[in-house]
């Protein structure tokens, strides 16, 4: 039933690690995001991909790739994980890029680097 | 210039009063303007989203945008403790490609 699912919830790793955040959303929505929110709670775009296309990609170190095998899909795989990648990790859905539609939120993955 | 701005708080207001949260924007260009709610440890959820200038009211909710201002406000009545939140204000850019949140408005709702 969940509309936008992302797994894992909660990641522990240490610096120099390569990982990986899944997410999945069954709304049928066109476009798919990554938002990241650190410790003062701001939300800040990472990357936006309508059908499989990559049409966003903020100032973000080229560690993150993001990677959408179908439009119900959208992954993020971070390379050489830093302290300040400490943060949680928010994909979304909408229905469509221009649409000026809400996002959709799953409940977050909570990146913790040592 | 941050491009969606709030006042962070806290707002603290008593149990049955009237709650107001402000927010404005930089991009002129912008068409849609949305209010989301999140609680400690969860994600945002929409609570109303507003698109011409006015006020839309949806229960205890009133949205009002005012675009000649750049200003969206929300207004919350008969204020809960589980309204207890921290409130995003999000607006789209120009092309609608992208929706910009601002930092949050802490609200506190003392029963």
């Known amino acids: 039933d969940t509309a936008v699912s992302q797994t894992p919830k909660y990641l522990v790793t240490q610096m120099g690690n390569d990982k990986s955040i899944k997410c999945e959303q069954n709304?049928?929505?066109?476009?798919m995001y990554w938002y990241k929110q650190d410790s003062k709670k701001f939300l800040k775009i990472m990357f936006s991909?309508?059908?499989?296309?990559?049409?966003i990609n903020e100032t973000v170190p080229n560690r993150f790739s993001p990677k959408s095998p179908d439009k119900a899909h959208l992954n993020l795989h971070i390379n050489s994980l830093e302290l300040g990648d400490s943060a949680v990790y928010f994909c979304a859905s909408s229905q469509g890029a221009g649409s000026n539609s809400p996002l959709h939120f799953g409940n977050g993955t909570r990146l913790t680097v040592t | 210039q941050k491009e969606v701005e709030q006042n962070s708080g806290p707002l603290s207001v008593p149990e049955g009063a009237i709650a107001s949260l402000n927010c404005t924007y930089s991009?002129?260009?912008?068409?849609?303007f949305f209010w989301y709610r999140q609680y400690s440890g969860k994600s945002p959820e929409l609570i109303m989203s507003?698109?011409?200038?006015g006020d839309k009211e949806d229960g205890r909710f009133t949205a009002q945008l005012n675009k000649a201002s750049q200003y969206v406000s929300l207004l919350i009545r008969d204020s809960q403790p589980s309204d207890s939140a921290t409130y995003l204000c999000a607006v789209t850019d120009t092309g609608g490609f992208k929706t910009i949140f601002g930092a949050g408005t802490r609200l506190f709702v003392k029963a």
């Open positions: 991909y309508n059908n499989k296309e990559l049409i």
């Open positions: 991009d002129r260009g912008s068409q849609s």
């Open positions: 709304l049928g929505h066109d476009t």
């Open positions: 507003i698109y011409s200038n």
